[in-house]
């Protein structure tokens, strides 16, 4: 095969996508903009590179939708699923990563790769000619945004999500804080304390909420509307929505029992995660936070165990768009405006509408393996909607709804149901392991038919 395949973005969406489309003997050129044209939130020039959380979150493929996820792409040969189970950290029944050792090796096996190279250059506009894939994530460039929106006649749709703050391990009060993952979940003693809790009794935690309250906070550009995602809610609009919002949230104190005072039952728990392999490096879970840079390290070091906290990273908020893709895309992830036309356009990971490092990299192997079958000349099947990655490549080709179009999570909700199971709590256990071995079973039979048509 003489033709390229064109990936714009070397995220993890375009990286998977790459990989993919390699594998199957598909020349891929990947051209990313970093580092001659930074971000606000990429810190170096690495293919992969993670800019938020380095969780991957469950891993569970038997009760979770995501653990599914996870499951799929590692039986299609996956890079960025492979790299994370090679650079893991203990983080309970979530896969946590290492960030910079996984994008350095993301990045060392797409150089290396015999069919794939790398361009560094800002791609500006929608080409005429070719096949290519725009993988260019929340962070679009805004000349890229303005050619799409040129082109659909349609504005793309924006939301705003905020970065967790990271703490130096050494700076953090351990005879305050402990080490548990909730519930003592894990298979391990490393998994079952894979996470530091700081408690706070019921007057810390309104003193808390007050404060965070009244701090200063990012203000929005003239014309920019907050759209918030509610999975990645700054902790300044979920405190807005009520007093006891965080603590039935991301401060939630159930499953864990103080090292220190067993006896005694915290009103909230903040949660930080392991960030680095040394252990050095530890993120607070679920603190997305909008806060100006001296309002978070004030608030922050209310928190008990954190009076003395250094920030390796402080949050921050930044614009993200997406697609309006049940318009836009077709079942087979192409533009619809240039279909016919003389260059072929997918879109992949996160600005098709999917929100979450899994969900991106998921698209990312759909779009790779459908741009590759079609430069081979024949089709490829998309998966069936019982399948993870089937469901959110039917939400959001089709399956929402245009006009309250809002980026998505994979989630159970998105599977169709398995008859003659009983709905509720009660029956949920028995329910998800029936659509996830229903899942497993159609993954690996789509697997199957796509290596016979290839």
Same mark, same amino acid.
């Given at each position: 095969?003489?033709?390229?395949?064109?990936?714009?973005?070397?995220?993890?969406?375009?990286?998977?996508?790459?990989?993919?489309?390699?594998?199957?003997?598909?020349?891929?050129?990947?051209?990313?903009?970093?580092?001659?044209?930074?971000?606000?939130?990429?810190? &170096?020039?690495?293919?992969?590179?993670?800019?938020?959380?380095?969780?991957?979150?469950?891993?569970?493929?038997?009760?979770?939708?995501?653990?599914?996820?996870?499951?799929?792409?590692?039986?299609?040969?996956?890079?960025?699923?492979?790299?994370?189970?090679?650079?893991?950290? /203990?983080?309970?029944?979530?896969?946590?990563?290492?960030?910079?050792?996984?994008?350095?090796?993301?990045?060392?096996?797409?150089?290396?790769?015999?069919?794939?190279?790398?361009?560094?250059?800002?791609?500006?506009?929608?080409?005429?000619?070719?096949?290519?894939?725009?993988?260019?994530?929340?962070? &679009?460039?805004?000349?890229?945004?303005?050619?799409?929106?040129?082109?659909?006649?349609?504005?793309?749709?924006?939301? @705003?999500?905020?970065?967790?703050?990271?703490?130096?391990?050494?700076?953090?009060?351990?005879?305050?804080?402990?080490?548990?993952?909730?519930?003592?979940?894990?298979?391990?003693?490393?998994?079952?304390?894979?996470?530091?809790?700081?408690?706070?009794?019921?007057?810390?935690?309104?003193?808390?909420?007050?404060?965070?309250?009244?701090?200063?906070?990012?203000?929005?550009?003239?014309?920019?509307?907050?759209?918030?995602?509610?999975?990645?809610?700054?902790?300044?609009?979920?405190?807005?929505?009520?007093?006891?919002?965080?603590?039935?949230?991301?401060?939630?104190?159930?499953?864990?029992?103080?090292?220190?005072? /067993?006896?005694?039952?915290?009103?909230?728990?903040?949660?930080?995660?392991?960030?680095?392999?040394?252990?050095?490096?530890?993120?607070?879970?679920?603190?997305?936070?909008?806060?100006?840079?001296? +309002?978070?390290?004030?608030?922050?070091?209310?928190?008990?165990?954190?009076?003395?906290?250094?920030?390796?990273?402080?949050?921050?908020?930044?614009?993200?768009? @997406?697609?309006?893709?049940?318009?836009?895309?077709?079942?087979?992830?192409?533009?619809?405006?240039?279909?016919?036309?003389?260059?072929?356009?997918? @879109?992949?990971?996160?600005?098709?509408?999917?929100?979450?490092?899994?969900?991106?990299?998921?698209?990312?192997?759909?779009?790779?393996?459908?741009?590759?079958?079609?430069?081979?000349?024949?089709?490829?099947?998309?998966?069936?909607?019982?399948?993870?990655?089937? +469901?959110?490549?039917?939400?959001?080709?089709?399956?929402?709804?245009?006009?309250?179009?809002?980026?998505?999570?994979?989630?159970?909700?998105?599977? /169709? /149901?398995? *008859?003659?199971?009983?709905?509720?709590?009660?029956?949920?256990?028995?329910?998800?392991?029936?659509?996830? *071995?229903?899942?497993?079973?159609?993954?690996?039979?789509?697997?199957?038919?796509?290596?016979?048509?290839?």
């Amino acid at each position: 095969m003489t033709e390229i395949l064109h990936i714009v973005g070397g995220g993890l969406a375009g990286s998977e996508a790459a990989w993919q489309a390699a594998q199957t003997g598909t020349r891929v050129v990947i051209h990313e903009m970093r580092p001659k044209v930074e971000t606000f939130a990429h810190k &170096t020039g690495h293919l992969g590179e993670m800019v938020c959380s380095n969780s991957f979150r469950s891993d569970d493929s038997e009760q979770n939708a995501v653990g599914l996820l996870h499951w799929e792409m590692r039986a299609a040969d996956g890079l960025i699923m492979a790299t994370a189970d090679a650079h893991r950290l /203990p983080a309970g029944g979530a896969l946590a990563v290492d960030r910079d050792p996984f994008a350095e090796t993301v990045t060392e096996r797409l150089l290396t790769h015999p069919l794939i190279s790398v361009t560094y250059e800002e791609v500006s506009n929608l080409p005429s000619s070719g096949h290519w894939i725009f993988a260019t994530g929340p962070l &679009t460039s805004m000349s890229l945004g303005g050619a799409i929106a040129a082109e659909t006649g349609a504005e793309a749709l924006a939301f @705003f999500d905020a970065i967790a703050p990271i703490i130096h391990f050494d700076s953090i009060n351990m005879d305050k804080a402990w080490m548990q993952s909730r519930y003592d979940k894990g298979d391990t003693e490393a998994e079952r304390t894979a996470y530091l809790n700081c408690p706070m009794t019921r007057d810390q935690y309104e003193a808390f909420i007050d404060a965070l309250l009244k701090a200063d906070k990012t203000e929005f550009h003239d014309g920019e509307t907050a759209k918030y995602f509610d999975g990645c809610l700054p902790i300044e609009v979920m405190a807005e929505r009520g007093r006891e919002t965080l603590r039935f949230g991301p401060m939630k104190p159930v499953g864990l029992t103080n090292a220190h005072q /067993p006896d005694v039952k915290a009103y909230a728990v903040v949660q930080l995660r392991r960030d680095n392999a040394l252990g050095t490096l530890y993120n607070i879970v679920g603190f997305q936070t909008k806060m100006k840079y001296g +309002a978070q390290t004030k608030v922050l070091r209310m928190i008990p165990g954190l009076e003395n906290a250094s920030f390796a990273r402080l949050g921050g908020i930044h614009r993200n768009t @997406f697609l309006n893709s049940p318009t836009l895309l077709d079942e087979q992830m192409r533009l619809k405006s240039r279909l016919g036309s003389g260059a072929t356009i997918r @879109f992949a990971g996160q600005i098709t509408g999917v929100e979450g490092y899994v969900e991106s990299s998921a698209m990312g192997l759909l779009a790779g393996r459908m741009a590759a079958a079609e430069m081979a000349g024949h089709t490829l099947s998309v998966p069936a909607n019982t399948t993870a990655t089937g +469901a959110l490549i039917t939400h959001i080709t089709g399956g929402a709804e245009a006009k309250t179009f809002q980026p998505m999570n994979v989630n159970f909700g998105l599977f /169709p /149901p398995v *008859d003659g199971l009983k709905g509720g709590r009660r029956g949920r256990r028995d329910r998800y392991k029936a659509y996830t *071995d229903r899942a497993k079973a159609d993954w690996t039979n789509w697997l199957a038919q796509s290596a016979e048509s290839a």
